[in-house]
């Protein structure tokens, strides 16, 4: 089963094979360095599918924060973050392809820039520990009609 931290993870370490900055996937309010990265997830849905599997949906939210105002900075980054989760991601055993890849100016003032991209997959239902006593004898009255 996959969790909203795996894919975090997983997000990340795909950051970390082109940039060599800080990667926060935590929150951090105060005293990070720049130029970094902030990685957040967003559950949108999920459902029920069947009797074994859920239907997710997250959005993965990739805040870059530059060093020095810079838009061709900022836009060179996003394009590098674009080709990095055009290929699928993998998360664990599991490959994900990364859907609806964005970009968004979160402060225009500071020119923050937000990569955005939504992930849907099927997962197992977690298997439920409770036991439940069995069901006993079953007495039927049934009539027939002649």
Same mark, same amino acid.
């Given at each position: 089963? &996959?969790?909203?931290?795996?894919?975090?993870k997983? #997000?990340?370490?795909?950051?970390?094979? /082109?940039?060599?900055?800080?990667?926060?996937?935590?929150?951090?309010t105060?005293?990070?360095? /720049?130029?970094?990265?902030?990685?957040?997830?967003?559950?949108?849905?999920?459902?029920? =599918?069947n009797?074994?599997?859920?239907?997710?949906?997250?959005?993965?939210?990739?805040?870059?924060? !530059? =060093?020095?105002?810079?838009?061709?900075?900022?836009l060179?980054?996003? !394009? #590098? +973050?674009?080709?990095?989760? +055009?290929?699928?991601? =993998?998360? &664990?055993?599991?490959? *994900?392809?990364c859907e609806?890849?964005? #970009?968004?100016?979160? %402060? %225009?003032? /500071?020119q923050i820039? !937000?990569?955005?991209?939504? &992930?849907?997959?099927?997962?197992?239902?977690?298997?439920?520990?409770?036991?439940?006593? +069995?069901?006993?004898?079953i *007495?039927?009255?049934?009539?027939?009609?002649?």
């Amino acid at each position: 089963m &996959l969790t909203f931290w795996d894919i975090k993870k997983a #997000v990340a370490e795909r950051i970390k094979t /082109k940039f060599n900055y800080p990667i926060y996937v935590n929150d951090v309010t105060e005293g990070f360095s /720049k130029p970094s990265f902030f990685v957040r997830i967003f559950p949108i849905t999920s459902e029920i =599918a069947n009797a074994n599997t859920t239907h997710n949906k997250v959005t993965v939210e990739i805040n870059y924060f !530059q =060093a020095q105002k810079s838009e061709q900075d900022n836009l060179q980054t996003m !394009q #590098v +973050l674009k080709e990095l989760f +055009l290929q699928p991601l =993998a998360v &664990l055993d599991r490959k *994900l392809i990364c859907e609806d890849l964005r #970009v968004e100016v979160a %402060e %225009e003032e /500071k020119q923050i820039y !937000q990569f955005l991209f939504d &992930l849907d997959y099927y997962d197992e239902l977690p298997k439920t520990t409770e036991s439940y006593e +069995l069901m006993g004898e079953i *007495l039927i009255n049934e009539e027939v009609e002649q």
